[in-house]
């Protein structure tokens, strides 16, 4: 089907930056709509940013104006660029692609990855 595979958390100081990406492969026929989701322990789930296949983005108040959402549509390959980091920005990151695909006929289904731990801290 489709595999999301993320990568570029890690251990960052206050104010510092990282750059998460998420690569989708599969049968693959397009990709409405990926995003970013944050998550701690004993949390929801919360959405982060989200961008179009058009290339329009929407995020979380409390990320704005310091993370930025793209993306590569020929590399089916999402982006988060997040600077000016903070220690309550400290969860763990997880892809997700509303994708259309083929198997034995064409579906259209929402997709996750693994998730990749950011910290951020002193």
């Known amino acids: 089907q489709v595999q999301l595979v993320e990568s570029g958390g890690g251990l960052v100081q206050p104010g510092g930056s990282l750059r998460l990406s998420c690569a989708a492969s599969?049968?693959?026929?397009?990709?409405?709509?990926m995003g970013w989701y944050r998550q701690n322990p004993g949390n929801q789930r919360e959405l982060v940013a989200v961008?179009?296949?058009?290339?329009?983005?929407n995020y979380v108040d409390s990320v704005k104006g310091r993370f930025t959402i793209s993306r590569d549509n020929a590399e089916n390959t999402v982006y988060l660029q997040m600077n000016s980091l903070k220690p309550e920005d400290t969860a763990v990151y997880y892809c997700?692609?509303?994708?259309?695909?083929?198997?034995?006929?064409?579906?259209?289904?929402?997709?996750w990855g693994q998730g990749t731990q950011v910290t951020v801290s002193s």
């Open positions: 997700n692609a509303q994708v259309t695909y083929y198997s034995t006929s064409y579906y259209s289904a929402g997709f």
């Open positions: 599969g049968s693959i026929v397009s990709i409405n709509y």
């Open positions: 961008i179009t296949s058009g290339g329009s983005t």
